[in-house]
């Protein structure tokens, strides 16, 4: 929701070829349902804006999240992509030994 306005205006100016939207890391209390409609949202304005390809980077697993509900909202955005022409990057290959010492942010690897 507070990224629509924004995206709507660097969309519209800059008039990429790509976006790639890797948002959803500080989802708190967000339903699994509620990250992927916010996320819908976003892509239909951006399509409307006129995005054309458009990517949407999955959650990264991390210390203070449970994995189950990471899970769960990577399966749902990755069905959104599938039914809307997408592309789901699939970040589970990021584990623990990328994260920093707080389990939350990336390390330098």
């Not at 708190?28 to 949202?41: F, G, P, Y």
Request: proline share 4%.
């Amino acid at each position: 929701e507070q990224l629509v306005a924004p995206a709507r205006r660097i969309v519209s100016s800059e008039n990429p070829h790509s976006v790639i939207i890797h948002a959803g890391t500080n989802i708190s209390q967000d339903s699994v349902q509620a990250v992927i409609d916010k996320t819908h949202n976003l892509t239909t304005t951006l399509r409307e804006t006129g995005a054309r390809n458009i990517a949407v980077s999955g959650v990264i697993s991390r210390a203070d999240t449970d994995p189950e509900r990471i899970h769960l909202i990577n399966l749902g955005l990755a069905g959104l992509c599938t039914s809307n022409g997408m592309t789901f990057i699939d970040n589970s290959n990021i584990g623990p030994h990328y994260l920093c010492t707080d389990g939350v942010h990336l390390n330098n690897r």
